[in-house]
């Protein structure tokens, strides 16, 4: 039910990173107040979240699938299925990203990207796109194909802006290949943001694309080069202007170094993505991804043959609780940085924040930070077992 619901007696995640017992109320999908605790006996349609953190849902610029299922599909079956999962860990809003195909068959694919876009029935709002790829260096491609990655191509990112809209959020590319500066300049005036990523460039290279527009690094210190002295991450860090996405996986970057980063540039910064792929939510063992990579999963990683990382299977929540456990990050910054930081990476205004007219978009955390509900447009779409949400509402389990 999302007319009239309270979430009552909550530890609410305020705007200013203060986390207050307060009462969120809804109202026609969005926060309609936040209110001190009621202390009367609760109204049917309230949900009483006494003990539980209430936090915004978690945004994840940088998810490819789950459960087999990838956006490259480009089928509202294949991201309902991929929703269905992701709600049940917390997070609510999405740009789906693309793997790297060749020209004709990319094209195919993230041209079916518009059917599945908005408030999903299952509550995941996709918000948008975020091309990982084709534009990325042969030499740092990671495990996307060799066969598909290639030099940005104006004409093809002309027609990839007409065919997605305002839907093309996010664009992946390595600034040092040829045409790669005017790409990001072409971008920006499309108002896309430009993420510098899957990259060999040095220093002044990435400057060069940053002066052009790019505002954005894709998985920090994954799929660049290490070098000494004027490198591409040291100039990523240095700029104030520039957001890093980094996976809080344990595998991709170790605690440690995800400790200095929250301390060297702040959760305003730093956006925490899943980098999710098709194996996220699969068991272990080997299995297959959409565009043909063979993959073995185990220990909560997923690697290719030759033993290099391919995507993660790490969903948001558990990377909440790597980061607090593990990289003993104040909880209000990780939580930051897994909602208000990310959306307004994407000039998401009304994501990310618990306040007043923003969307009702909410995660209710147990003292273990496990998920113990999701509420998505106002509507409670997940629930653990035990837990009561508000009733008549058809929230799964």
Avoid: C
Avoid at 17 to 29: A, K
Avoid at 117 to 130: K, N, S
């Amino acid at each position: 039910m999302n007319v009239g619901h309270r979430i009552s007696r909550g530890r609410v995640l305020l705007p200013d990173g203060r986390i207050r017992e307060r009462d969120v109320v809804i109202d026609g999908g969005r926060i309609a107040g936040i209110e001190q605790p009621a202390r009367s006996g609760l109204d049917a349609v309230d949900t009483d979240a006494d003990g539980l953190l209430v936090v915004p849902g978690f945004v994840d610029t940088h998810v490819h699938g789950a459960l087999g299922r990838n956006f490259m599909e480009g089928s509202p079956d294949a991201a309902d299925a991929i929703g269905a999962f992701l709600v049940r860990h917390g997070v609510t809003s999405v740009t789906a990203a693309t793997a790297s195909l060749p020209r004709p068959a990319f094209e195919e694919s993230v041209g079916r990207f518009p059917s599945f876009l908005g408030r999903r029935a299952h509550g995941l709002d996709v918000l948008g796109v975020h091309l990982e790829g084709p534009f990325l260096s042969p030499r740092s491609r990671g495990a996307h194909r060799a066969d598909a990655v290639r030099d940005p191509d104006l004409a093809e990112i002309g027609r990839l802006v007409a065919a997605l809209g305002d839907a093309l959020l996010i664009v992946t590319l390595a600034p040092e290949a040829p045409h790669a500066l005017e790409a990001v300049r072409t971008l920006r005036s499309a108002g896309v943001s430009v993420s510098i990523g899957h990259s060999d460039a040095d220093g002044a290279t990435a400057r060069a694309a940053i002066a052009a527009g790019a505002s954005r690094a894709t998985h920090l210190f994954n799929a660049m080069p290490e070098r000494r002295g004027d490198s591409l991450v040291s100039a990523l860090l240095a700029d104030p202007g520039v957001r890093v996405e980094i996976i809080a996986d344990g595998h991709h970057v170790p605690p440690e170094v995800v400790a200095a980063l929250y301390r060297e540039v702040g959760p305003d910064r730093i956006v925490v993505v899943s980098d999710g792929s098709d194996g996220t939510g699969l068991p272990d063992g080997p299995h297959r991804r959409w565009e043909g990579t063979d993959v073995v999963i185990s220990e909560g990683a997923s690697r290719t043959h030759e033993g290099m990382l391919a995507g993660s299977v790490t969903p948001l929540d558990d990377a909440l609780r790597f980061l607090v456990s593990r990289a003993r990050v104040p909880l209000p910054d990780a939580l930051r940085s897994l909602s208000t930081t990310p959306a307004a990476s994407i000039g998401a205004s009304q994501k990310g924040r618990i306040r007043v007219d923003a969307d009702a978009d909410l995660v209710l955390l147990d003292p273990d930070l496990r998920v113990v509900a999701t509420i998505a447009g106002g509507r409670t779409i997940h629930r653990a077992p035990g837990f009561v949400g508000a009733p008549g509402d058809g929230a799964s389990t």
